[in-house]
């Protein structure tokens, strides 16, 4: 993964000791401090007094729908309210696309159903503290720019800025491309401010954090009745672009059907909504970005050919942060100084040494990590001098560490004599299900409640799993 999730506050609410359980394990095993509520009221005690705009204490929160004393969707709502439901992972046993719909509604990152593996915990936990932090970061940039005035004299962002200015007054699809944490936001950000759109509005999204199910829904609207949960009709994004600009972020997440549609919406200014037969004219530039090879996607098959070149009409590369080393200086005293007024604490200064540090580490997480890094400096600095920079390069693996231990960097990856946390945890859960199913005689409805699932599900899962009933009992 691009970033650790070492030392980030977790909070894990669900009336189910063992979900618990299991939850805590996974997370502390990367360095994570846990805690847990087991009941709605639990968890608005933990969660403490929510202000708007304000950082959670926690930095995910895993958060289970059905509990005894209420909907954990009470919770969501009061987490959106204040604009903080971007942290929350929701988690269900009942695999409801109802649910679903109304956790994307509220604007929660991400929606799991139970039961889940170690692997997909991880995965949804590192991308939500990844997201919440870019959106902190190019917060903290867009304070402290105007206009197309991004920091940095390097000549590779120059390039980026004055390809901003030639492409901005144009309606110009541009693909915005470059490693995570580079600011590819910020760039969308400046094209729409530097158009004849600037008055209308910029709507973005993050293909990356809505579920497949439902993002079609998002971009071209539904109406009511067209799925479990649209009780009312609903305007997609491009309908409440129209006139300005769609900013796609991650739009190599999209799948192949989804792909297929917006094809059609970009050749001809139509959508459809889900569940209708009306087309819809809209007037909508579409910016684009992401992090991922869409050509080589493309070879891939992952990614449909037309489809790039009807985005890719102007190609933007924003330059990562070590090949424009010459920028650290300026972007560190900025950040720096917007993490001490952030965190109410005194002036901080870089010495020498620090920058030194700095100028010559790679930042493999760019901005982003240049803006935790020096955050976490000031926090924990003692003066107003940060004579030493903690960088991960520093750092020592934690050999103590069971994952890694098992397959080197956590999640298998060039590791050929075990098996994936994915493949472990499958043989695990299916063992484990023909042991309660032999518990209950091959009664499934029985096994459904042991299990706390729906029998439904379970059945879908034993298909999935190879589990068969019968052989059960027999054995």
């Known amino acids: 993964m691009s970033q650790s999730i070492e030392g980030k506050k977790i909070l894990v609410i669900d009336d189910h000791h ?21 009941s709605v009221q639990d968890g608005l005690l933990a969660l403490g007094k929510l202000k708007e705009d304000t950082p959670l204490e926690y930095d995910v929160v895993f958060l289970d729908i059905r509990m005894p004393d209420g909907s954990g969707m009470d919770i969501l709502a009061q987490l959106a309210k204040y604009n903080l439901a971007g942290r929350v992972v929701v988690i269900s046993g009942e695999g409801s696309v109802s649910d679903a719909f109304k956790a994307t509604q509220f604007g929660a990152f991400d929606y799991i159903e139970k039961p889940f593996t170690p692997e997909r915990i991880m995965v949804s936990a590192t991308r939500c503290i990844e997201l919440n932090s870019e ?9 402290q720019v105007k206009q197309n005035n991004i920091i940095g004299e390097h000549s590779s962002i120059q390039a980026v800025k004055k390809m901003i200015a030639k492409v901005a007054p144009t309606n110009g699809r541009v693909l915005i491309q470059g490693e995570s944490g580079t600011g590819k936001e910020l760039v969308a950000e400046s094209i729409h ?14 293909c990356a954090a809505i579920p497949h199910s439902l993002i079609e829904s998002e971009l071209f609207g539904h109406v009511k009745g067209a799925f479990t949960g649209a009780s009312k009709d609903r305007r997609g994004l ?7 600009t769609l900013f796609l972020d991650e739009i190599g997440e999209l799948n192949l059907e989804v792909q297929a549609k917006l094809l059609r919406t970009l050749q001809g200014g139509e959508i459809i909504a889900v569940g209708s037969e009306k087309v819809k004219v809209v007037d909508v530039r579409v910016l684009a970005a992401t992090h991922r ?6 070879e891939q098959g992952e990614f449909r050919e037309d489809l790039f070149f009807r985005l890719n009409v102007v190609g933007i590369s924003v330059p990562a942060l070590r090949e424009r080393a010459s920028d650290i200086k300026a972007l560190s005293e ?11 604490i005194g002036t901080r200064q870089l010495s020498e040494t620090a920058l030194k540090s700095l100028e010559s580490y790679s930042w493999p997480g760019n901005i982003r990590e ?50 994936s946390w994915q493949a472990f945890h499958q043989e695990v859960d299916k063992e484990y299900i023909k042991y309660v199913l032999s518990k209950s005689k091959g009664n499934v409805s029985e096994a459904s409640r042991m299990l706390c699932l729906e029998r439904a599900y379970l059945h879908r899962l034993m298909k ?12």
Request: aromatic share 2%; proline share 2%; with cysteine.
């Open 464 to 475: 999935k799993l190879g589990v068969q009933r019968d052989i059960v009992v027999q054995s």
């Open 193 to 206: 401010r530097q158009s004849p759109r600037a008055t209308k509005p910029l709507i973005k999204v993050n």
């Open 334 to 344: 900025t950040l720096l100084k917007q993490a001490c007024k952030e965190h109410g």
């Open 135 to 143: 959106k902190q970061t190019n917060k903290i940039l867009r304070s």
């Open 370 to 419: 240049l803006k935790n890094t020096l955050e976490r400096e000031a926090i924990l600095s003692e003066s107003n001098s940060i004579e030493d920079i903690q960088l991960q390069s520093k750092r020592s693996k934690d050999k103590t560490n069971p994952v890694s231990a098992m397959t080197g960097d956590g999640f298998g990856y060039g590791c050929s004599d075990v098996l």
């Open 18 to 38: 063992n979900i618990r359980t299991s939850l805590k394990l996974s997370l502390e095993s990367e360095g994570c401090t846990v805690k847990e509520a087991g």
């Open 293 to 298: 090879d869409l050509e080589g996607m493309c």
């Open 238 to 244: 491009f309908e409440q672009a129209h006139g300005g």
